[in-house]
């Protein structure tokens, strides 16, 4: 051998030698744990959703958890369950006067943009350093906050504003009839209408069949099968549960909860694809052509160009006029604080720039004004949660992040929301929960959510444990898996996910061949961001028109509870 050709042979095969290796590393790292994503076959079945499903399956470690029964509680804790209003509900407009008079309002009015008039003359209003008739300043502060939700703080002593406007009467009536002391100062404090609007399509057919475009003839039209719409949460949403009234009273206008309105309403039901969670969730299935018309403010409407360009504005119900009560018992000063700013925003000029921003409706529309009563109101929505459904049972499985980042407090609250929330799921549905970190552990699963079951739901949910990655997409197909063979036991009944994580998905199959998944089984996806929010999330839910929810500690109970009464 040429000894001087020694050196160049060691350096070649060392570097032959050093190639093997790193190749060696790179396949043992690519079909390893942190990448089960499917080795994509040849040919057609590459992509098909079944196969990736399948395939999928095939690189999870999936274990079964033994059942444990624990403890179930029926005490009603919502007055506990609300957040800190302050985190969850921050003032829009601080005042700084001797006396300050607090509004709750709703977002239409105190938000951003085409929705901050309050927020703008409230402001206006304290620049000019008002002052009482004994020298003292005044200011007001604002807070954007549903309607709904209001009515819960207020009526349930957790915090009281010194005055509240919601959108329309019927929440002040609710929260009267739950124990709120509330004076009405002004039966209108700016103008707004509620409102469906209706795809120019669909309008066209309703007008074909039904002769007039009005509430009554699209009500019959969903009804009888002819029209899908969608309205939203009647608990929180002044304009959803204007609709749910009203579609009662025209059912039955002697009696709301009659037999013959009852059975209406069940048919009504099975033309409402889904009750919107969100006006956002309603509007996007909206757009995709899911639902041919929603309920809206004028305001909102007028402010959209996709709804003004494509959907013609139908009024209907009782008046959106913003009225605006006292609460509880204010002191002389604070009564002629709120009567200054009063005056004020009911002056011409911040009357002009209200109707700048929308709220100017057809005044000639004749609104609903048959009497009802707080009590009748409660009445509507305890139907709504009972006949919503119209019938159809839902499977649901939840999905909870058990991974080393929920140690402590999140997990601990994480625990307590799944408790307190299954709370408002009907015994008539069908429930299972997973956890996952690493790997996946079936705690519970999918059956009918009787006594039984949610004793073992309870024990599941006591057992969890924080530790390892976050493997949210396997976790995930292993549901999709459970309940579409579930689906042959309930074939008529609709299925959702609830997927609950405080992080990105760090491990485990993609996002790509998740969402691809979700798309092809139409499953919707609600996911819960818990303490970040997290994009993957948001994207995941919008795949088949569920909602995405950014939560935290101290908000995720009351969170969970409202979601889960308003699917389940």
């Known amino acids: 051998m040429n000894k001087s050709k020694s050196p160049v042979i060691i350096a070649v095969i060392g570097a032959l030698v050093t190639m093997i290796m790193i190749i060696a590393v790179i396949h043992s790292t690519s079909s390893g744990k942190n990448n089960k994503d499917p080795m994509p076959s040849t040919g057609n079945s590459a992509n098909d959703p079944e196969k990736v499903l399948e395939r999928s ?4 470690k999936v274990k079964t958890s033994t059942k444990v029964q624990g ?50 003359i409230a402001q206006e209003f304290n620049d000019q350093r008002n002052r009482l008739s004994n020298g003292k300043t005044i200011s007001v502060s604002v807070r954007s906050i549903p309607s709904g939700a209001s009515s819960d703080y207020i009526a349930n002593n957790v915090y009281t504003p010194q005055a509240y406007t919601p959108s329309n009467e019927l929440f002040g009536k609710l929260a009267a009839e739950q124990g709120a002391k509330l004076n009405l100062e002004a039966e209108s404090l700016v103008a707004n209408t509620a409102g469906i609007a209706i795809s120019r399509t669909a309008s ?74 969100t006006t956002d969730q309603m509007v996007n299935a909206m757009q995709s052509g899911t639902l041919q018309a ?57 009357q002009a720039h209200a109707k700048e921003y929308g709220f100017d409706p057809d005044n000639s529309f004749k609104y609903t004004t048959a009497s009802i ?22 499977i649901a499985l939840f999905i909870a992040d058990v991974s080393g980042s929920m140690t402590g407090d999140p997990l601990n609250r994480l625990k307590d929301s799944l408790l307190e929330a299954s709370k408002n799921i009907k015994s008539d549905n069908y429930v299972g929960l997973i956890s996952y970190s ?61 997927l609950l994580s405080d992080g990105q998905c760090n491990t485990g199959i993609s996002y790509s061949s998740a969402a691809n998944v979700v798309s092809h089984y139409g499953i919707p996806i609600y996911t819960i961001g818990y303490n970040e929010q997290i994009d993957s999330l948001k994207d995941l839910s919008s795949i088949n028109e569920a909602v995405y929810i950014d939560a935290d500690n101290d908000d995720v109970i009351y969170e969970l509870s409202a979601l889960f009464n308003a699917q389940m």
């Open 438 to 498: 690493d790997d996946v552990t079936i705690d519970l699963p999918i059956d009918q959510f009787g006594l039984e079951q949610r004793s073992y739901f309870a024990g599941a949910v006591e057992k969890m444990r924080a530790g390892g990655n976050t493997a949210s997409y396997d976790a995930l197909m292993v549901a999709v898996n459970m309940i579409n063979e579930y689906r042959t036991t309930v074939p008529n009944a609709k299925a959702m996910i609830f």
């Open 57 to 60: 399956l095939k690189n999870i």
């Open 204 to 277: 066209s057919a309703v007008a074909s069949k039904y002769g007039e475009v009005n509430f009554e003839n699209i009500v019959d039209a969903v009804v009888n099968g002819e029209l899908q719409m969608g309205y939203t949460y009647p608990y929180t949403s002044a304009t959803g549960l204007n609709f749910l009234v009203n579609a009662l009273q025209h059912f039955d206008g002697n009696d709301i909860l009659s037999n013959g309105a009852i059975e209406k309403f069940q048919q009504l039901q099975k033309g409402i694809p889904f009750v919107c969670y």
């Open 373 to 394: 009563s707080g009590a009748d109101i409660m009445s509507a929505q305890r139907l709504w949660k009972e006949e919503k459904d119209s019938g159809t049972p839902t």
């Open 71 to 120: 403890t179930v509680d029926y005490s009603d804790k919502s007055a506990a369950n609300l957040p800190n209003i302050n985190t969850k509900y921050p003032l829009t407009i601080e005042g700084t006067g001797d006396v300050d008079i607090e509004i709750f309002s709703t977002s239409e009015k105190a938000g951003k943009n085409n929705n901050g008039w309050l927020n703008e």
């Open 294 to 350: 929603g309920v809206v403010e004028y305001q909102a409407y007028t402010n959209s160009p996709v709804l003004k360009g494509g959907y013609d504005f139908v009024p209907f119900g009782y008046k959106h006029s913003n009225p605006l009560y006292s609460v509880g018992d204010l002191s002389s000063d604070q009564k002629e604080a709120l009567s200054a700013f009063l005056n004020y925003a009911l002056s011409a000029g911040p």
